[in-house]
């Protein structure tokens, strides 16, 4: 799935020389209430898959102690220029079904804020071009039956489904323009692309025995 792979490849790209169990523990913090989480074994098969393409490289492979060997990934130009490709296109992508913006902006702050500036906006106008359609249709058609005028018919329980749909798209649209808004005027830093040290950091607080607490307790919070 391209999600996993996006995922997999930003973390990498980010944390990397970093293992998949790095890898798994991050994403398992990124996981919303209710959603399904990316399996351990999605993401080892997503590495190796990677790997096999020339997109990730292997850095080390090392053991603790008695536990099983352990191999590092890093990212390789190739799959940089992937990573950017699939990036880009997921975010200028609106798509119908299975939106992918939500998982590409995680990597926001990989682009300028110009970009995310630009993408979000152009975002809105989709949106709310989808809005005008779907408005203009509920208008020319009514929720009643009548012979000879079938194409006028929406049963009523479709046309809740479409203002249910319209309302989410403009929802959408106006977080977008107040997002652009914020960025544009400084109230919201999407940041700058992590270098080396930072994402030493990262790692170590991924390691932490409180990282585990944490991500933990989070999720038996959210299971109750």
Known sequence: MWSTRLLVLGLVRWLGPVHGYLVRRELDTWRMPGAPEVGAGSIYHALKRLTADGQLEVAATESVDDRPARTTYRITAKGEAEFQ???????????????????????????????NIAILRQRAEVLYSRVEQVTI?????TPEFV??????????????????????????????????????????????DLDAAQAGH??????????????TERHHLFDE
């Open 137 to 141: 249709l509920l208008a020319a058609t």
């Open 85 to 115: 490709r699939t990036l880009r296109e997921k975010l200028w992508d609106v798509a119908e079904r299975d939106d992918p913006f939500a998982t590409a902006w995680a990597f926001a702050q990989v682009l300028t804020p110009a970009e």
């Open 147 to 192: 012979q000879g005028r079938e194409g006028e018919f929406v049963p009523a329980h479709a046309r809740a489904m479409l203002k249910r749909q319209t309302d989410l798209w403009n929802t959408d649209a106006e977080w977008c323009e107040d997002t652009a808004n914020r960025i544009e005027s400084g109230d919201l830093e999407v940041g700058a």
């Open 202 to 215: 990262w790692r170590e607080a991924i390691s932490s025995e409180r990282f585990i607490d944490t991500v």
